[in-house]
Nanobody
Framework: QVQVVESGGGLVQAGGSLRLSCAAS????????MTWYRQAPGNQRELVAT???????NYADSVKGRFTISRDNAKNMVYLQMNSLKPEDTAVYYC???????????WGQGTQVTVSS
């Protein structure tokens, strides 16, 4: 049974930083893309950043230059370093892991990030 667990969320003042972590366990199959999404109240879930197994990255325009995604393939972990946080970054952040071999994706339960002004 694959499990995906996010951690690292919390309350921070505007301009501050947080580092989110996501760990996938319960499988030996290789993970392809690992992606961070976020969802604010009343909004649709949106892609924040994604990273391929080979390390290629892509970011939403709203976070470019402030957020950095990275991963550790040996540990099946992905990270999101968030700097210069803004109140509009407040959301629940979710991690999604894609398994090409299995033809499916797994989501974590989310971690709350709140940025106060």
């Amino acid at each position: 049974q694959v499990q995906v667990v996010e951690s690292g969320g919390g309350l921070v003042q505007a301009g501050g930083s947080l580092r989110l972590s996501c760990a996938a366990s319960g499988t030996d199959f290789p993970i392809n893309a690992m992606t961070w999404y976020r969802q604010a109240p009343g909004n649709q879930r949106e892609l924040v950043a994604t990273i391929t197994r080979g390390g290629n990255t892509n970011y939403a325009d709203s976070v470019k230059g402030r957020f950095t995604i990275s991963r550790d393939n040996a540990k099946n972990m992905v990270y999101l370093q968030m700097n210069s946080l803004k109140p509009e970054d407040t959301a629940v952040y979710y991690c999604k892991t894609d398994f090409a071999v299995l033809g499916t994706s797994y989501w974590g339960q989310g971690t709350q990030v709140t940025v106060s002004s």
